[in-house]
């Protein structure tokens, strides 16, 4: 095999290697001109634009306003799928043979990355003393017994159901009965559990507006120990709807956060677990009177809804005064939502804790 001059030089000098492959690839790559007179720098600036835009929405996308039809909010609640974009934009980099795009569209990866890459690596929820599992059931399921034994296979020490009808009701019931020996039901929300409830009631979180009987929301304190209470809200907040003319209208959801956030920072209690529907994900501006008290696990990328295709996780299990250490979806059911399983660990003091 025939060796050229600089294929020698460099095999005798990694110096001259060096420098032999630097100015190689600067003079046939970057400083390349092409039909119009750029180069591998100078090509594909809008390309690098979106890459950099990207990347700074996923870093702070607070940048962006809820001012006229909440783009904010509705950004935040979908955040991962910013990273769509990412693949195809390097692609196009590469293929117009533009380093500044290149750079931008790895700067935007490796944000994504950083982001969202911990809620793909395989987990074990470790040691924790409860586990709940939370539910928007559907007010059309057609099988709630099918659905009850779905969310006993998790085990469940809690469950928290929404969307519970009077025609539903007895068969959760009835399913339920010899694994959670104890339950109350407040209008369309309903918490069934393992162990002794006491202080049962609503919790009113009903907007102004809204008229007739909507109860979405109940407290109750949950013995889970000897001398050791814990309050459990469950809630449903209202939905939220993209309307031509209020864009991503929230107003009823975020209204309904605020009188819930209200009596989370009332609360006595040293525990509070709150498990609902909440129509957002926990990075959405319009719930931060619940995850500012409240805080959740990582998983991110754990979508519960829709069913058919999930986008987004806007079932949550939240705590103050304990760690949600694991949040996972469980199979679908009769519903439009994914169940969600939550582990919490509550603290040392706590006996028989899970493994």
Same mark, same amino acid.
């Given at each position: ?159 928290? %159901?929404?969307? /519970? &009808?009077? +025609?539903?009701?007895? !068969?959760? *019931?009835?399913?339920?009965? =010899? ?107 319009? %719930?931060?009177? /619940? &995850?500012? +008290?409240?805080?959740? !696990?990582? *998983?991110?990328?754990?979508? =519960? ?51």
């Amino acid at each position: 095999m025939a060796i050229g001059k600089a294929d020698s030089a460099a095999a005798r000098s990694p110096e001259r290697a060096a420098r032999w492959f630097r100015n190689r690839f600067r003079n046939r790559s970057f400083r390349r001109r092409d039909a119009g007179g750029r180069t591998a720098w100078t090509r594909g600036r809008a390309d690098a634009v979106l890459s950099v835009l990207v990347a700074l929405l996923l870093l702070c996308p607070s940048l962006v306003p809820d001012t006229v039809g909440n783009p904010g909010s509705l950004i935040e609640n979908f955040l991962p799928w910013l990273g769509a974009p990412i693949l195809p934009l390097l692609t196009l980099a590469a293929v117009r043979r533009s380093a500044t795009a290149v750079l931008a569209a790895l700067a935007a990866a490796v944000v994504w990355t950083a982001t969202f890459g911990p809620s793909l690596l395989p987990r074990s929820p470790g040691k924790h003393d409860l586990t709940v599992v939370q539910h928007n059931v559907s007010d059309v399921n057609k099988d709630p017994a099918a659905t009850a034994r779905t969310l006993m296979d998790a085990d469940p020490d809690l469950v928290a %159901l929404q969307e /519970l &009808t009077g +025609q539903a009701l007895p !068969a959760y *019931e009835k399913a339920f009965r =010899s694994r959670f020996p104890h339950h109350v039901v407040v209008g369309t929300v309903g918490l069934w559990s393992r162990y002794p409830l006491t202080q049962t009631g609503r919790a009113d979180i009903r907007p102004e507006a809204v008229t007739g009987d909507w109860n979405r929301g109940l407290r109750a304190v949950v013995r889970v120990g000897p001398e050791r209470d814990i309050a459990v809200y469950v809630a449903h907040l209202p939905s939220v709807r993209i309307r031509p003319a209020a864009g991503f209208d929230t107003r009823w959801r975020d209204e309904s956060a605020g009188l819930l956030g209200e009596k989370l920072a009332r609360e006595k209690s040293a525990t509070v677990i709150l498990a609902g529907d909440l129509n957002g994900t926990t990075r959405d501006r319009g %719930l931060a009177p /619940l &995850t500012s +008290q409240l805080a959740s !696990a990582d *998983e991110e990328l754990e979508f =519960s809804w829709p069913t058919v295709f999930p986008v987004a996780r806007i079932d949550q299990v939240m705590a103050r005064g304990a760690a949600v250490v694991d949040v996972r979806t469980l199979p679908e059911t009769g519903s439009d939502h994914l169940p969600v399983v939550a582990r919490i660990r509550l603290g040392d003091d706590l006996e028989g804790r899970r493994s």
